[in-house]
T-cell receptor, first 114, second 116 residues
Framework: DAGVIQSPRHEVTEMGQEVTLRCKPI?????LFWYRQTMMRGLELLIY????????DSGMPEDRFSAKMPNASFSTLKIQPSEPRDSAVYFCASSSRQGSYGYTFGSGTRLTVV | AQKVTQAQTEISVVEKEDVTLDCVYE???????LFWYKQPPSGELVFLIR??????QNEISGRYSWNFQKSTSSFNFTITASQVVDSAVYFC?????????????FGSGTQLTVLP
């Protein structure tokens, strides 16, 4: 298995631009999570899905952030418009109920908003 | 609400020393899972171990060992004979098993530096 695949690995964008981060979970996993890592706040959960349905989006910072999971093999996290304070590493993780909730993380997307 | 505390922000040891990373957690659940992850300088999050709340047996994997004590709500991690390659940030995390709540809550991490 290729693991959780995130793209792009690095993204540099100008303030005000739209940014889309992508994630392909491990096949067969029914939970998908988006985390953000910053020096100030550490690793924080933004949103998670179960069977493609958003379950808890209370960690999404504001309306500029949105996440979708149109099918079991793909999810996006979109920021529109982006701001410098959104600069962080964004991790996607997937998990399986059958696997007793072991969590596998992608390599992360390092986002820089200038 | 669940909470994970890693009181040690940074630890520095000399190679071949043993080092213990502390983790204290809070949860109202009786069923939960505890994890340790390693984040090397390259940035990825590497899974090390998962324990469920009903299994207090200590575990050893090579130079790594974990001590789980429900009485003190602790899940400490020991590296024996540390090596320079062990230098990384180590995160302890908790996942509750009730209802649909499946998210991992992370501690703030401990930066371990192993000096040659």
């Amino acid at each position: 298995d290729a693991g959780v695949i995130q793209s792009p690995r690095h993204e540099v964008t100008e303030m005000g631009q739209e940014v889309t981060l992508r994630c392909k979970p491990i096949s067969g996993h029914d939970y998908l999570f988006w985390y953000r890592q910053t020096m100030m706040r550490g690793l924080e959960l933004l949103i998670y899905f179960n069977n493609n349905v958003p379950i808890d989006d209370s960690g999404m910072p504001e309306d500029r952030f949105s996440a979708k999971m149109p099918n079991a093999s793909f999810s996006t996290l979109k920021i529109q418009p982006s701001e410098p304070r959104d600069s962080a590493v964004y991790f996607c993780a997937s998990s399986s109920r059958q696997g007793s909730y072991g969590y596998t993380f992608g390599s992360g997307t390092r986002l820089t908003v200038v | 609400a669940q909470k994970v505390t890693q009181a040690q922000t940074e630890i520095s040891v000399v190679e071949k020393e043993d080092v213990t990373l502390d983790c204290v957690y809070e949860t109202r659940d009786t069923t939960y899972y505890l994890f340790w992850y390693k984040q090397p300088p390259s940035g990825e999050l590497v899974f090390l171990i998962r324990r469920n709340s009903f299994d207090e047996q200590n575990e050893i994997s090579g130079r790594y060992s974990w001590n789980f004590q429900k009485s003190t709500s602790s899940f400490n991690f020991t590296i024996t004979a540390s090596q320079v390659v062990d230098s990384a940030v180590y995160f302890c995390a908790l996942s509750e098993a009730r209802g649909s709540a499946r998210q991992l809550t992370f501690g703030s991490g401990t930066q371990l530096t192993v000096l040659p």
